[in-house]
């Protein structure tokens, strides 16, 4: 497939970048980190979505190699911000990992990645979906428990739209639960009560809870309400580039 082959050739050429997206404390609006999330503009397609390129690599035999490319830049960028901003770097920078990611290799690269750039691993927070995690729990466990020893933390991305054992997420060693944005737009219909559950249950579990996709104010006032720890969306910032991302933090700090 030509559209697989421009991939691996846009992963060695680095021509895949990141956008960051700043995660606010809800309380406060005070900024603490950013998700990364990997960009690729396709030299005669234009923009290709990581909601097509990730299944591409994954079905393709590219996720290793997509995943140590997004980690290695994500841990150059925390790097450069600390020289840049110092103490108004952004604490934490949120790496999306893929499924497929989830095995042996994954805690062995991220530290050799860290260590090559001299990062922290409280830096990273590495983002694991729902699904991804319940499909083989015992394996995800060992692998997080691992990573947790890093010093690494872990969210729980898109939760509540995978299929989850709660009795599972009692015994996962994770830190975050991600509200997916479609529980967060209906905060809008008058209905909190989804977004209202999984933040009581993430408190209760003594974990943070990100709301995804807030957008407007109303939103903003409801989840504040609703205790929910961190905020992100479209209403808080938009994704940036890595240099635009310096400036908002600079600004902020
Ligand atoms: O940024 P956007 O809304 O287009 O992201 C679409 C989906 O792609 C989201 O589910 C997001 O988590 C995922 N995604 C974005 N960047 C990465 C990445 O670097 N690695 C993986 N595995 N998924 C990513
Ligand atoms: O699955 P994941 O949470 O990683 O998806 C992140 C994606 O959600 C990003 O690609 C980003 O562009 C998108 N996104 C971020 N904030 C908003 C928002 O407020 N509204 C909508 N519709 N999408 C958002
Ligand atoms: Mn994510
Ligand atoms: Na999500």
């Known amino acids: 497939l030509r559209l697989v082959a421009d ?132 394996q995800a466990r060992a692998v997080l428990d691992q990573l947790r020893e890093l010093g690494v933390t872990i969210a729980v991305d898109d939760f509540g739209t995978g299929y989850s054992s709660l009795a599972q997420l009692r015994r996962l060693p994770v830190d975050r639960l991600k509200i997916d944005r479609s529980f967060v737009a209906e905060l809008s219909e008058g209905h909190p009560e989804i977004t209202g559950a999984i933040v009581a249950l993430a408190a209760g579990l003594g974990l943070d809870s990100v709301a995804e996709g807030v957008e407007d104010v109303a939103q903003v006032r409801a989840l504040v309400e609703l205790g929910a720890t961190h905020l992100q969306g479209f209403g808080i910032a938009r994704p940036m580039t890595g240099a635009a991302a310096t400036a908002w933090f600079a600004e902020r700090a």
Do not use: K
Not at 28 to 54: I, K
């Open 7 to 138: 991939l691996r050739a846009a992963i060695d050429g680095g021509q895949l970048t990141l956008a960051y997206q700043p995660v606010v404390a809800a309380a406060t609006l005070v900024p603490v980190g950013l998700e990364a999330l990997a960009r690729w503009t396709h030299p005669t397609r234009g923009a290709v979505g990581p909601d097509v390129f990730v299944p591409l690599a994954e079905e393709s035999g590219l996720v290793d190699a997509l995943g140590s490319y997004v980690l290695e830049e994500a841990c150059r960028q925390i790097a450069a911000w600390d020289a840049e901003l110092g103490v108004a770097a952004p604490r934490t920078v949120n790496v999306n990992v893929s499924a497929l990611q989830l095995d042996e290799h994954l805690p062995s690269l991220v530290a050799t990645t860290l260590s090559r750039h001299g990062v922290g691993a409280e830096r990273i927070c590495l983002e694991v979906t729902e699904s991804a995690l319940m499909r083989n729990a015992d």
